[in-house]
């Protein structure tokens, strides 16, 4: 997971919004991993450390999009939406419930484009 927090450090801080593009696949694997660790998880205590990744992951993922001004992709839009206050207990709980009971399904790996 450190890789990737790094891969979007870079993507911040680069100048080719190709990298981003080229690196869709391996953040949505790795978004889908989590959601994964988190659906295998008893309860929200045990899900933190994964839920506090997917918060770091959420960050940096939309703060590379808006300074580079890139559409983001609807897939990706959804859980940046989603995610966007998982640091609230509740919304952990909701979202926790809801990626267990399988309603949260774990979102797709291809291109879309939110319009």
């Given at each position: 997971?450190?890789?990737?927090?790094?891969?979007?450090?870079?993507?911040?801080?680069?100048s080719d919004?190709?990298?981003?593009t080229s690196s869709l696949s391996t953040?949505?694997?790795r978004i889908n991993?989590?959601?994964?660790?988190?659906?295998?998880?008893?309860n929200t205590q045990d899900a933190q450390d994964y839920f506090a990744l997917l918060d770091v992951m959420?960050?940096?993922?939309?703060?590379?999009?808006?300074?580079?001004?890139?559409?983001?992709?609807t897939d990706l839009w959804r859980f940046a939406k989603d995610f966007d206050r998982i640091d609230d207990e509740n919304t952990q709980h909701y979202l926790f419930?809801?990626?267990?009971?399988g309603r949260y399904s774990l979102i797709e790996v291809h291109?879309?484009?939110?319009s």
């Open positions: 997971m450190t890789n990737l927090v790094l891969l979007l450090r870079e993507l911040e801080y680069g919004p190709k990298l981003l953040l949505r694997q991993s989590l959601l994964l660790k988190i659906k295998l998880c008893d959420q960050s940096l993922m939309m703060k590379v999009y808006f300074i580079k001004g890139l559409e983001v992709p419930n809801e990626i267990k009971s291109d879309q484009t939110n």
